[in-house]
């Protein structure tokens, strides 16, 4: 079963507008962090923001927030003010685990494109 | 500070043959990861090591794949013989700990393997 679903193979946005990108998943681990990551086209995957299962409040980093419904397993990213720049793949992940190890699994990613 | 290094940055070789990549992380950083990325994919983990030592590689196809992270620093990965599916971004990345709360991981920029 897939731990980490992105639906949304390919997003569209106009620059200056706001997007989110879904990301739902599953574990049955209390403690849990979730992640977004960019990859641009040059490969690199760059760190966005990070939510952790107890966190009470939606992280928030710059222009990345994280719609965080914990009932509903659900963490998606929201992107306000689109730039050029944001045209990216975006992968959702989640890291679970303990004792034995902490795992980080990646979602499939979405392709966003911000047009002109 | 210094980013995660990995070489080579791009390998072709033909299927059968044997590949190794290397990857030194960011100083201090105790955990190392190596994920495989296969095209239209998020990465998967191949192998974890906290230390010198491995903390996870369960998915790690081991007639085939080896890793070793000696003095607890920067890391090989090793594929022999080579299959047409190996062809793929591999990704080093480090975190301070396994636990990676605020910071996530940092990537390194990959080796992209083509298998002919």
């Known amino acids: 079963a897939q731990k980490i679903t992105q639906t949304q193979p390919g997003m569209f946005v106009q620059e200056k507008e706001a997007v989110t990108l879904d990301c739902t998943y599953d574990t049955s681990d209390p403690s849990y962090g979730l992640f977004w990551y960019k990859q641009p086209s040059s490969g690199e995957m760059i760190f966005l923001i990070y939510?952790?299962?107890?966190?009470?409040q939606n992280a928030t980093e710059g222009r990345y927030s994280l719609n965080f419904q914990k009932a509903r397993k659900s963490a998606n990213l929201v992107i306000s003010a689109s730039q050029l720049g944001d045209s990216a793949m975006y992968f959702c992940a989640m890291r679970e685990g303990g004792t034995g190890g902490f795992k980080t699994i990646f979602g499939a990613g979405t392709r966003l494109f911000v047009k002109a | 500070e210094a980013g995660v290094a990995q070489s080579p940055r791009y390998k072709i070789i033909e299927k059968r043959q044997s590949v190794a990549f290397w990857c030194n992380p960011i100083?201090?950083?105790?955990?190392l990861y190596w994920y495989q990325q296969i095209l239209g994919q998020g990465p998967k983990l191949l192998i974890q090591?906290?230390?010198?030592?491995?903390?996870?590689d369960s998915q790690l196809p081991k007639d085939r794949f080896s890793a070793e992270r000696l003095k607890g620093v920067d890391s090989t990965l090793k594929i022999q013989p080579a299959k047409l599916e190996d062809s793929a971004v591999y990704l080093c990345a480090s975190s301070l700990s396994q636990q990676g709360r605020y910071g996530g991981y940092t990537f390194g920029s990959g080796t992209r393997l083509t298998v002919v």
């Open positions: 939510q952790g299962s107890y966190d009470q």
């Open positions: 100083s201090g950083h105790a955990t």
């Open positions: 090591f906290q230390n010198n030592g491995v903390v996870d």
